[in-house]
């Protein structure tokens, strides 16, 4: 089993010493999220949600940090407990770095939990969060996992002024000063541009949820029972898994869900606020949505 995301890449790493060493920069970039619709917004490594930082628990991690930003920024190790000097959060006083644009700085610590986590910007947070700058940090335990397949879902919304009810093509760069948004992403995509999660019949599938929006998502699963296995990265023990098939994904947090692959077809899985079944609510599926297709 391996975490497989069409739309997510992983970001490479090199050992250094027995130390996991990776190399992450934000920039401003132009991402597509609809056919002919892009927005100008923030990424790490040219993407947003940023590539897939992944290890195992008990390694050591070295992120060198590169701000190619024209404002200041640092990165916050969300859900993972690291020395306030590594945390990010100079804003509130804490003894860590801050990259100006064009500084390099690093980032080092020991992962001692595991599960599924982010990584985001915390400096100007509204602005640079909401701009793109964010990702997953997946630690895997040390002991064998028995899924069958392995994904990942990222929720973001964005506010790109455009006409109300209509989707016009074009390049936009997206606002985070609105208090409303209007196009909603898994993986940085809007449906019918999302791409499914492949299933064989017979799968156990598990599917990290992770939300850095700044609204709830109930995301809701079709023709499908699962169970809530983890969250914001903690285990849950079996005798206090609920059975769901809707979880309110709070600001911030993360779940790892599980279902059984038992029920051919080709099934919708979506967040059930109505307005983010919509691209600028334009009547019609699309924003927060993917399709979970059966092959086999």
């Excluded at 930003?69 to 306030?84: K, Y």
Aim: net charge neutral; glycine share 8%.
């Amino acid at each position: 089993m391996a975490i497989s995301n069409k739309d997510l890449t992983f970001l490479k790493c090199t050992i250094d010493k027995g130390i996991r060493v990776f190399n992450l920069y934000a920039l401003p970039i132009e991402q597509q999220i609809l056919c002919n619709v892009n927005i100008r917004c923030y990424g790490y490594n040219n993407h947003s949600p940023g590539p897939i930082m992944l290890a195992y628990k008990g390694d050591r991690i070295r992120v060198n940090f590169t701000n190619l930003l024209e404002e200041p920024s640092t990165i916050h190790w969300h859900g993972i407990d690291v020395p306030s000097n590594q945390d990010g959060s100079v804003e509130v006083g804490q003894n860590s770095q801050l990259a100006f644009p064009k500084d390099t700085i690093t980032y080092e610590f020991t992962l001692n939990q595991e599960g599924t986590h982010i990584y985001h910007a915390d400096y100007h947070g509204m602005n640079q969060m909401l701009m793109g700058l964010c990702g997953p940090l997946i630690i895997l335990p040390n002991k064998k996992e028995e899924f069958d397949k392995d994904y990942i879902m990222f929720l973001q919304e964005w506010y790109i002024p455009m006409a109300k009810r209509t989707v016009i093509p074009g390049t936009y760069k997206v606002n985070p000063y609105m208090h409303e948004s209007n196009f909603f992403t898994i993986n940085g995509r809007s449906f019918p541009y999302t791409h499914p999660f492949i299933v064989n019949y017979g799968d156990k599938v598990r599917v990290r949820i992770i939300n850095i929006s700044k609204t709830n998502h109930p995301i809701h699963i079709h023709g499908h029972q699962f169970k809530v296995i983890a969250t914001d990265g903690n285990p849950i023990p079996p005798s206090c898994q609920l059975t769901k098939n809707t979880i309110i994904v709070g600001v911030g947090e993360t779940y790892d869900i599980e279902f059984i692959a038992n029920n051919p077809g080709i099934w919708p899985f979506h967040c059930h606020m109505p307005h983010h079944m919509t691209n600028n609510m334009v009547n019609g599926l699309g924003g927060m949505t993917l399709a979970v297709k059966y092959v086999k």
